[in-house]
């Protein structure tokens, strides 16, 4: 059997400066949320997760770009070198961020563009099935995930084994409870110790932050039949057709250097997972989903495969294979002989349902904290009152700016929006895709507001209980926001913050969920009756009027932040501004640990009478005035991220 262009793809989404090219399917943007924390435990991962995408054969060329402040690039240049990746065989160049944004984007735009003939004279040809690297995931799991949909993949999987090619089996957490089964047939002992060995490592590090890899079954997993982790770890190991042997156990992100069927250590969640083995080398992806998981990649393309033929009608949109055909009586051989057939078009150039749609999203492993927390104990009061501060005065430059509002949400406000609450990174880019055609149309205008905004975000797809808490908090304090004058809240369907979590959290906090729209990209039948849901939505809020009013603009909220040395006119200046809100009833927030509330000149004028924070991270100040917020990290962007949580104006 044979499979066209398997080493030579450059499977990405098509955008115009590609379209002329025939051998070139488009140019993706991967971005990602890693290397920016000073000494990360999961340093060597990204380096390995991102040389590893620079080299994978669906790769025609290559811009890695980096912040001029971060070390990554000459990290990686010499990770790939110490490692042998064979990045002089790829088109590329390494592009800093050192000056004006735009500039950077023009010079960019111009090297891709140079190198699309390059890239072009690289034809498809015919190559053996062999070339075929395949990642076996599961997301969304259901009670059939182990029945109909793991089953086909493995059967797949084994006839590419069986002529040459390669598998790959992630998911380390998922797995416990079924070892025994994952190894029935295996190469050799050292093989299965050094599988049992990673199973109890990921179960360590589990304890270490005091919580347990056995309860990794999601919500939607336990309402759908998987109620404990051997019952879902079962079905997980399904993806191993019990002919084909564990030939290999790798790290995440590790290269597949030989043939045959691999372990790749690696966590439970699907878009962390499917970057390692992206990064491995897998040039395609078998997606198994009993909730309808929209999951696909930017460079490699996703064949999702759905357990039951109901969820399949639902969602026959998004999904490219029924395995539910099995349950209704078609036979697995020949359900597996269709599979691989569509594996084989694939392979050959013929797009995914996923690719069709143009959607995509990723994530590499997260960089995890050491000890038992996963989030660190905030210090001081946070009882959102204000600090007192003696040099508050009223300012004469500010006090006669006044801005026109109007009645929103949760207040009133100069700028109004109309926001996509994604409940998870994987709702995130269709919470964009609305966005973009809300705004397209004069739809805006005519429901009363400035612009559609969707806050995408990465998290929902699994985290501690704190950090979930943290993240509920936050998204919470996006839908009290001054400037939001209507909101929905947008779940993919399997997500741990999906939209009846946000309910409940509502509930307790007092916000009424009937003033909210809501969306479920599985359960309102994927991507295109989602979009057309959201539109509706909004759409029924055309036409209301509302009476502006007048207001000083120091009665409004914002937020002061900087970054590196502030010199002494910048902290006097801040300081005048602080005390002229804070003086006439308005409200300041400042980081904790920024670098103002260091600054002699700014402390010295406002002369605040407490260092310790007044509001926890993404907390609504109780009472107007100057206040400090806590802050779990030193990320700059999860800190602007709080801020806005908290109800900054500006």
Not at 70 to 76: C, D, F, W
Not at 386 to 409: E, F, N
Not at 473 to 497: F, S
Request: with cysteine.
């Amino acid at each position: 059997m044979r499979a066209a262009s398997c080493a030579n793809w450059k499977r990405t989404w098509p955008t115009s400066p590609a379209r002329a090219y025939a051998n070139i399917d488009g140019v993706a943007a991967v971005a990602h949320t890693e290397g920016v924390e000073p000494d990360p435990n999961n340093l060597d991962m990204v380096l390995r997760t991102l040389a590893g995408f620079m080299v994978n054969p669906n790769v025609g060329a290559v811009l890695p770009w980096t912040r001029r402040a971060t070390r990554s690039l000459a990290l990686k240049l010499r990770f790939m070198h110490a490692h042998g990746y064979p990045l002089e065989h790829v088109p590329h160049a390494f592009l800093t961020l050192d000056g004006g944004f735009a500039e950077h984007l023009t010079a960019a735009e111009a090297t891709v563009r140079g190198w699309l003939p390059e890239v072009n004279a690289t034809a498809r040809t015919p190559q053996p099935i062999s070339a075929l690297k395949i990642a076996l995931q599961c997301g969304g799991s259901d009670a059939f995930s182990g029945v109909s949909g793991n089953p086909l993949a493995a059967w797949v999987a084994r006839e590419v084994v069986r002529h040459g090619g390669s598998a790959n089996l992630a998911e380390t957490d998922e797995l416990i409870g079924a070892e025994s089964y994952v190894l029935q047939k295996v190469r050799d002992l050292a093989t299965a110790e050094q599988f049992l060995a990673m199973v109890a490592r990921f179960q360590a590090w589990a304890a270490q932050h005091g919580t347990s890899a056995e309860g990794n079954p999601s919500g939607g997993n336990k309402l759908r039949g998987l109620y404990n982790i051997t019952l879902k770890s079962i079905g997980a190991a399904m993806k191993r057709d019990p002919q084909v042997r564990l030939d290999s156990v790798i790290d995440y992100g590790a290269p597949m250097t030989a043939p045959g069927y691999y372990f790749m250590d690696s966590p439970g969640n699907d878009l962390e997972s499917i970057a390692g083995q992206v990064a491995g080398g897998c040039n395609l992806i078998f997606f198994v989903t009993g909730n309808g998981s929209i999951t696909n990649f930017p460079f490699v393309p996703t064949i999702k495969i759905v357990t039951t033929t109901a969820r399949f009608e639902l969602l026959h949109n998004d999904m490219d294979v029924n395995a539910g055909a099995y349950l209704d009586g078609t036979p697995m051989d020949e359900l597996g002989a269709a599979t691989l057939e569509l594996t084989r078009r694939v392979a050959g150039g013929a797009r995914t349902v996923g690719e069709r749609a143009g959607h995509a999203q990723v994530q590499l492993w997260r960089n995890w904290r050491g000890g038992t927390a996963a989030v660190p104990a905030e210090t001081g009061a946070e009882n959102g009152q204000p600090i007192p501060c003696a040099g508050a005065a009223p300012d004469p430059l500010l006090v006669a700016t006044v801005l026109a509002t109007v009645p929103t949400l949760h207040g009133d406000s100069a700028h109004t929006v109309g926001l996509i609450l994604p409940t998870s990174l994987c709702a995130g880019q269709i919470g964009q895709m609305a966005a973009r055609r809300l705004n397209h149309g004069d739809l805006a205008r005519r429901a009363g507001v400035d612009e559609f905004v969707a806050l995408v975000h990465t998290e929902g797809c699994g985290c501690s209980p704190a950090a979930k808490d943290l993240a509920t908090d936050t998204l919470l304090g996006y839908l009290e926001h001054p400037a939001v004058a209507q909101a929905l809240l947008l779940e993919h369907g399997c997500e741990i913050t999906h939209n009846d979590h946000m309910r409940q959290a509502m509930a307790a906090r007092g916000i009424d969920p009937a003033q909210l729209g809501w969306a479920s990209i599985q359960l309102d039948g994927g991507i295109q009756a989602v979009l057309e849901k959201i539109e509706a939505w909004f759409a029924q809020g055309a036409g209301r009027a509302s009476k502006s009013t007048i207001v000083p603009l120091t009665t409004r909220t914002i937020a002061l932040a900087s970054v590196g040395a502030l010199q002494p006119e910048g902290g006097r200046v801040l300081a005048r501004l602080a005390g002229a809100f804070v003086a006439r009833g308005g409200s300041i927030i400042v980081p904790a640990g920024d670098g103002l509330l260091r600054n002699e000149t700014f402390r010295t004028r406002l002369r605040p009478a407490a260092d310790a924070p007044s509001l926890a991270y993404a907390q609504r100040p109780a009472a107007p005035g100057f206040h400090i917020m806590a802050t779990p990290t030193a990320s700059w962007a999860e800190i602007v991220v709080g801020l806005g949580a908290s109800g900054a104006e500006a």
